[in-house]
């Protein structure tokens, strides 16, 4: 599917980059007051409060696991007409005692039940449906897991930090032709070999598929965010440090206050830098009388259920929501 190339690593590059930020605030007074004003300026609460329905307490982030649902929305020109649905969802889930972390990649095209309407659609939808509290809901309960957090973040986010840096140092292993992030075919060319990449060209190399496997892409991408998380924190990065907080401004909103932010700095300050266990979906896509859908393996459902609930220290069954009179279409 062509939306999937928009992956865990591009909608997690914002929240990174902020803890980032955050945790070398702390030697510096002029940015600790500058990255509490963006954290309180894009910080916005769910309907439902600072709560899981399906968490007896309110969770700590500091001394208790968590999960984080980052939320793309692409506020292209392109796609301004329409109501804004999500382009990317990805669940993260921190383990705070071994400070490991993963992350699940739910398709966007996941055929799923919407609380807000009360019937089936594609799990995308939820977000026109309802906004962030929709598409919460509707995660929770397709996967029995409580969302605690979430962070909304808008596609340029990663083009503009890239460029606010000064761009990237990265050795591309092979000469490419991609599209740019308005889509545009062809628009970007790169050239194998050692350069300096900006926002559109990261991002490219970063989302082409064409010439390895989705395996290769994978630790590209990875590679990709530790030299961005490396830079940023660079001098060059510090000094660019308030254009990153305005891309960060305008471009995200979460729940997640100041002091929680900065709590998650050991996930990606550890030795051997930030990594994550990134988890799919498995299922197969097809046409219905509605329309082009992701069908979920329900067995695929349970697994990926049972290990994030692992990975949450939830070890009994969590008490799943009053199941809807008619979940058919």
Same mark, same amino acid.
């Given at each position: 599917?062509?939306?999937?190339?928009?992956?865990?690593?591009?909608?997690?590059?914002?929240?990174?980059? !902020?803890?980032?930020?955050? *945790? *070398?605030?702390?030697?510096?007074?002029?940015?600790?007051?500058?990255?509490?004003?963006?954290?309180?300026?894009?910080?916005? &609460?769910?309907?439902?409060?600072?709560?899981?329905? +399906?968490?007896? &307490? =309110?969770?700590?982030?500091?001394?208790?696991?968590?999960?984080?649902?980052?939320?793309?929305?692409?506020?292209? &020109?392109?796609?301004?007409?329409?109501?804004?649905?999500? $382009?990317?969802?990805?669940?993260?889930?921190?383990?705070? $005692?071994?400070?490991?972390?993963?992350?699940?990649?739910?398709?966007?095209?996941?055929?799923?039940?919407?609380?807000?309407?009360?019937?089936?659609?594609?799990?995308?939808?939820?977000?026109?449906?309802?906004?962030?509290?929709?598409?919460? @809901?509707?995660?929770?309960?397709?996967? $029995?897991?409580?969302?605690?957090?979430?962070?909304?973040?808008?596609?340029?986010?990663?083009?503009?930090?890239?460029?606010?840096?000064?761009?990237?140092?990265?050795?591309?292993?092979? @000469?490419?032709?991609?599209?740019?992030?308005?889509?545009?075919?062809? *628009?970007?060319? #790169?050239?194998?070999?050692?350069?300096? !990449?900006?926002?559109?060209?990261?991002?490219?190399?970063?989302?082409?598929?064409?010439?390895?496997?989705? !395996?290769?892409?994978?630790?590209?991408?990875?590679?990709?965010?530790?030299?961005?998380?490396?830079?940023?924190?660079?001098?060059?990065?510090?000094?660019?440090?308030?254009?990153?907080?305005?891309?960060?401004?305008?471009?995200?909103?979460?729940?997640?206050?100041? $002091?929680?932010?900065?709590?998650? +700095?050991?996930?990606?300050?550890?030795? =051997?830098?930030?990594?994550?266990?990134?988890?799919?979906?498995?299922? @197969?896509?097809?046409?219905?009388?509605?329309?082009?859908?992701?069908?979920?393996?329900?067995?695929?459902?349970?697994?990926?259920?049972?290990?994030?609930?692992?990975? #949450?220290?939830?070890?009994?069954?969590?008490?799943?929501? =009053? *199941?809807?009179?008619?979940?058919?279409?």
């Amino acid at each position: 599917m062509i939306r999937r190339k928009r992956t865990v690593f591009i909608w997690t590059i914002v929240f990174i980059v !902020l803890i980032g930020i955050g *945790a *070398a605030a702390g030697y510096a007074g002029y940015l600790t007051d500058q990255v509490k004003e963006t954290a309180t300026e894009s910080h916005q &609460e769910l309907d439902r409060g600072g709560k899981s329905d +399906k968490r007896t &307490e =309110e969770v700590n982030p500091a001394q208790d696991h968590t999960s984080v649902l980052f939320i793309g929305v692409d506020d292209s &020109e392109k796609r301004s007409e329409t109501t804004s649905r999500s $382009d990317a969802l990805i669940l993260a889930t921190f383990n705070e $005692d071994d400070k490991s972390i993963k992350m699940l990649d739910i398709p966007r095209d996941s055929l799923t039940y919407i609380p807000e309407v009360g019937y089936e659609d594609k799990i995308a939808h939820a977000h026109a449906f309802g906004g962030v509290d929709a598409s919460v @809901e509707t995660v929770e309960r397709m996967l $029995d897991v409580p969302v605690d957090y979430y962070v909304r973040l808008n596609f340029q986010s990663f083009v503009e930090i890239v460029d606010s840096i000064g761009g990237i140092t990265y050795d591309v292993p092979y @000469e490419l032709t991609e599209q740019n992030s308005s889509d545009q075919a062809g *628009a970007i060319e #790169l050239d194998e070999g050692t350069q300096t !990449l900006n926002g559109e060209q990261a991002l490219a190399l970063a989302r082409t598929r064409k010439q390895d496997s989705d !395996l290769a892409r994978g630790e590209r991408q990875m590679e990709i965010i530790q030299q961005i998380f490396r830079e940023a924190m660079s001098s060059r990065g510090l000094n660019n440090f308030d254009d990153i907080l305005a891309s960060v401004n305008e471009h995200m909103s979460t729940n997640l206050t100041f $002091d929680e932010m900065i709590t998650f +700095k050991d996930y990606f300050l550890q030795k =051997e830098g930030f990594t994550f266990d990134e988890m799919q979906l498995q299922g @197969e896509g097809g046409f219905t009388g509605n329309g082009w859908y992701y069908q979920l393996d329900e067995e695929s459902i349970q697994e990926t259920t049972d290990q994030l609930k692992a990975h #949450l220290g939830l070890e009994k069954p969590l008490a799943s929501e =009053e *199941a809807p009179e008619d979940d058919s279409m």
